[in-house]
């Protein structure tokens, strides 16, 4: 099904397609898929981009018109006929939820059809439905694994590829991933407090009395001190440290704290594919266990002021509410063997070319990870800079200008 709208001298147009939820099975359940098409009025001969949003669990952005933002959707619609995808289970794609009716293991069994392998599954049907016979991938964060198995699994629908914080290891165990992202986590949350020193008195006043229950949440429930250092996650992005800054201005004990701490941290209800799922986004292969629970450096237990970031914790599925139908669900893929995402000798072997932003201090896709991982890759330009955090795409429509002008160049 297809709606066309003409808004602030664009056309968008909302394509809604049918897929398989397991693409082995075509004749099992399906589900729907949302995809927004934004262009130029005269943009019909120009090649599709689709962007893969990150995540896992996070559907596309919902652009302005007037001004055109995020920054890069109007620096994407001069060269491309832009496509942001609502990946399968989230925006205006059949939404994944607590799956209420269903056993764990029913539960478990339908969420394994939710990560990079089915995602790329999807794009091929609406490219073959859309008559395309190849397209452009602009992958952010999860949405650049994304990208990468589908270097690996159908390069010949591709014209090219860039990536924003989004090149993911390969082969890699996903314990070492976890490690190394603990480490890069510990260098931020320092250099938060060297830049706030009065933060780090903060942060333990409000685990204390986190640890009395008098930090609420704005749902009545009180915040664990566990939960709130999770708070870390923001020293990732964009103006996430003075956001932390003026969080803990505030006195714990107020409304308005549980309010805006409930909004800082990472692994709400309402993206429930982003706490079940995330360890399996970085397993190219072989079972996740809990990975970032076994795997927390000593550093981390002794000290309550060490914040941690993108690390899902089972004990998320007690502590968040709308989590817990989804508990025995969770533990049941913590312990799935999952297959490989990447192969490494089609990675060498493909002729796309590729373009990417590598952000020096990202704590969520490290920098390290991403260079071994760029230099596998025939046509790749790497572009590794310290002027952005994890968010740079959207923070500033100039990187996708560099990203494009290096494609360019090559």
């Known amino acids: 099904m297809v709606d066309i709208e003409r808004r602030g001298g664009l056309i968008l147009t909302n394509h809604r397609l049918e897929v398989p939820l397991d693409h082995d099975d075509q004749s099992g359940a399906t589900i729907e898929i949302f995809a927004r098409e934004i262009a130029l009025p005269d943009a019909a001969d120009k090649p599709y981009l689709v962007f893969l949003q990150g995540g896992p669990g996070g559907e596309s952005p919902r652009p302005s018109t007037d001004p055109v933002g995020p920054g890069f959707v109007e620096r994407a619609v001069r060269d491309y006929r832009l496509l942001?995808?609502?990946?399968?289970?989230?925006?205006?794609?059949?939404p994944v939820d607590g799956l209420e009716g269903m056993s764990a293991q029913e539960q478990a069994d339908y969420l394994v059809n939710f990560r990079a392998d089915s995602i790329v599954r999807d794009c091929e049907v609406l490219r073959e439905h859309?008559?395309?016979?190849?397209?452009?991938?602009l992958g952010q964060s999860f949405g650049g694994f994304c990208s990468l198995h589908y270097l690996s699994r159908s390069p010949d629908s591709l014209r090219e590829v860039f990536f924003t914080g989004g090149i993911p290891p390969v082969g890699m165990p996903v314990d070492e991933v976890y490690a190394a992202t603990y480490e890069r986590t510990a260098e931020l949350v320092e250099r938060h407090y060297?830049?706030?020193?009065?933060?780090?008195?903060?942060?333990?006043?409000?685990?204390?009395l986190c640890d009395v229950g008098a930090v609420k949440l704005p749902d009545g429930t009180s915040l664990s001190a566990r939960r709130f250092r999770q708070i870390g996650n923001g020293l990732g992005m964009s103006y996430g440290s003075e956001q932390l800054h003026y969080l803990l201005e505030r006195d714990p004990r107020s409304p308005m704290f549980g309010a805006v701490a409930s909004a800082m941290l990472p692994f709400p209800s309402w993206t429930p594919i982003y706490t079940v799922l995330h360890e399996a986004c970085y397993a190219d292969g072989g079972v996740t266990g809990w990975s970032c629970e076994r795997v927390m450096p000593?550093?981390?237990?002794?000290?309550?002021?060490?914040?941690?970031?993108?690390?899902?914790?089972?004990w998320l599925l007690d502590e968040v509410s709308g989590l817990r139908p989804l508990k025995e669900a969770a533990d049941l893929l913590a312990a799935h063997e999952w297959p490989q995402l990447y192969d490494a000798d089609a990675l060498a072997r493909t002729d796309v070319p590729c373009a990417a932003a590598i952000y020096y201090d990202d704590p969520y896709v490290l920098r390290e990870h991403s260079t071994a991982t760029a230099q596998l890759l025939p046509r790749m330009h790497p572009w590794i800079t310290n002027e952005y955090l994890h968010d740079g795409l959207r923070a500033d429509g100039r990187v996708l200008d560099r990203l494009i002008e290096l494609m360019k160049k090559g």
């Open 130 to 137: 859309l008559l395309v016979e190849q397209w452009s991938l």
């Open 194 to 208: 060297a830049r706030f020193p009065g933060d780090r008195d903060a942060v333990r006043r409000v685990v204390e």
């Open 84 to 94: 942001l995808l609502d990946q399968r289970g989230t925006g205006l794609s059949t």
């Open 298 to 314: 000593s550093s981390y237990r002794d000290d309550i002021t060490m914040l941690t970031a993108e690390h899902p914790f089972p």
